[in-house]
């Protein structure tokens, strides 16, 4: 007889099979509280100071576009996990992220630990404090990048900066004290040379404050590891010294004037070469480093694959005269500022290089920028840019046209 001739229902005595509960994801602050075990075992505060920053790096490298205090999450989530669950490793955990923690965070962690100390015991290093003594900075002939070397007694913090069409923080590291009296001998032969000199401790970490907040300002962020590890540490150290944002004050015209004329002096007294010397006065005023004569073989390749063709319209002669006219700026460029010749020929040698692909891109229209789409039109409509009545009408048709498309797209 069949269990369910006997009256029993069907499938009685079999396992019930349960419902899984969706598994809750750990947050950051989860893994940060859980990781802080860890820093029970520490003793030196410089190791302590970089699990911090790590942690306050990933938050920013995470965060979305236009969050201006992307750590303050971290912070507030830990210090509510900490506050509800006293515990030693919650105290470190606090106070660790205290040693490196923005300005706006401050209070809050500092209010944290105050509270848990009461109850719990204090790590080692919670009151140790890191002092900068000296600094270094070691600077390529075409001032287009940058090392600094900040020594703080028991370690030497580096900072890699690139100066080429803005600046960035390439990378950031923690070495031995002594790095900077070594540097001159870890350069290997033919490298562009970059002498090292001795820099007030206040000047290199304003620029290293100054370079950092530029390189916050870039999207995608920054994402190279030892960067986003140290980032929070080196802000640390140099928020206090962060100088006021410097105006922009375009080449006088007296100067650029004088430039030009040196330049079809010793050069071809042409049309296009002056119109193209104005142009390279242009991009050096603009997106060098040291303006407007500070060119470098990055900053030919920027120029040419990029700024040009999206900047500026050539005509016939200007794109027949490019190629031996800007060879003949940088020569007379770098001579200016006492670039060796040897320094010199790697700059010019990056026009046959980057040269194809300006010629590229140059005729790419949807790559150009409304000034060069402007300009070209007023030349194909046969208009005097100084015709401002003319030029405003022309805009009006162009803007009245893009806003047709967008509408039918």
Known sequence: MSPKSRGRPAGRGKPK?????????????????????DLLMYTDPLEVEQWASGWLGQAWLAAPLGDREPERTLCLEVVGRCSTRPSAHGLAAVAALRRVAPPSERTLLDETIDMLRQSQPEPPWLDAAFAPVRAFRAVDVYDSERVLFIEYGTHTLLAQILATGGTLVEKLSLLQVGAAEAWDGAREPGEVPMPIEEAPVTDALADLAGSLRYTDMVWPRHDDEDFVDLRALAWARSRAYLPERPEFEPLADGERAELVEAFVELTTDSEAYRSLADLFLDYGDGYLNNRPLGWSPDAVAMFLADWLPRKAFLDADDRIALPDALRSWLRFALERRGVAD?????????????????????DDETSWGPAKQIAAELQARGIDPRDKDAVDEVIGQLNAERLANRFRA
């Open 17 to 37: 099979t349960r419902r899984q509960e969706p598994v809750r994801s750990l947050r950051p602050s989860d893994r940060l509280v859980r990781a802080a075990h």
């Open 342 to 362: 040897e320094w010199i020929t790697p700059v010019t040698a990056m026009v046959d290089t980057w040269l194809p692909q300006f010629e590229h891109a140059v």
